[in-house]
T-cell receptor, first 115, second 115 residues
Framework: AQSVTQLDSQVPVFEEAPVELRCNYS??????LFWYVQYPNQGLQLLLK??????LVKGINGFEAEFNKSQTSFHLRKPSVHISDTAEYFC?????????????FGTGTRLTIIP | ETGVTQTPRHLVMGMTNKKSLKCEQH?????MYWYKQSAKKPLELMFV???????ENNSVPSRFSPECPNSSHLFLHLHTLQPEDSALYLC??????????????FGPGTRLLVL
């Protein structure tokens, strides 16, 4: 079984400032890692995912995340945020074994951009 | 219509009512999912269908009854719900059930309020 911890439930950031949203996971097996974003009144949309290879993953809208196996982390970063980045961000993990790939989500981090 | 659509977007029902939520995906996917999103809690996977067959029931109470008549449509039939069932119900689809880190595509959700 896996679990995901998003330590920060809310993160306020000034426009054009950098941001890091933290995600730690727990798993006894190899995992795939995901970040999804939920804009107001919308469903979730994939930002990026780590399956294998380079530990630095680039996604849409200028976001990137780094997989750190030793620290079991997958933090999301953006060097300069915009008002349009205001949303809730969810980290998720799944088992890599076929047939057991259920997504386990964290509780989410609400990112608020301050003009 | 593109992507994943859900109707209705909002629903208010009494505890003795029977209602249904509808989800339709226009992506040619073979797997469909129902999730429950409650405030301050991680997304909870409820049901998974793969090629119209239910492959997962995550210990969901019988007052929730899913139906998947074909790979493009998914229903969630509701009856004798409780106030604690009030939540955002999200539908998602993917190319296959999980598998090698498949991306799930989400609809905008149905906001359900049980009185």
């Amino acid at each position: 079984a896996q679990s995901v911890t998003q330590l920060d439930s809310q993160v306020p950031v000034f426009e054009e400032a950098p941001v890091e949203l933290r995600c730690n996971y727990s798993s006894s097996v190899s995992v795939y890692l995901f970040w999804y974003v939920q804009y107001p009144n919308q469903g979730l949309q994939l930002l990026l995912k780590y399956l294998s290879g380079s530990t630095l993953v680039k996604g849409i809208n200028g976001f990137e995340a780094e997989f750190n196996k030793s620290q079991t982390s997958f933090h999301l970063r953006k060097p300069s945020v915009h008002i349009s980045d205001t949303a809730e961000y969810f980290c998720a993990v799944s088992d890599t074994n076929f047939g057991n790939e259920k997504l386990t989500f964290g509780t989410g981090t609400r990112l608020t951009i301050i003009p | 219509e593109t992507g994943v659509t859900q109707t209705p977007r909002h629903l208010v029902m009494g505890m003795t009512n029977k209602k249904s939520l509808k989800c339709e995906q226009h992506l040619g996917h073979n797997a469909m999912y129902w999730y429950k999103q409650s405030a301050k809690k991680p997304l909870e996977l409820m049901f998974v269908y793969n090629f119209k067959e239910q492959t997962e029931n995550n210990s969901v109470p019988s007052r929730f009854s899913p139906e998947c008549p074909n790979s493009s449509h998914l229903f969630l039939h509701l009856h004798t719900l409780q106030p604690e069932d009030s939540a955002l119900y999200l539908c998602a689809s993917s190319q296959v059930r999980g598998g090698a880190g498949e991306t799930q595509y989400f609809g905008p959700g149905t906001r359900l309020l049980v009185l």
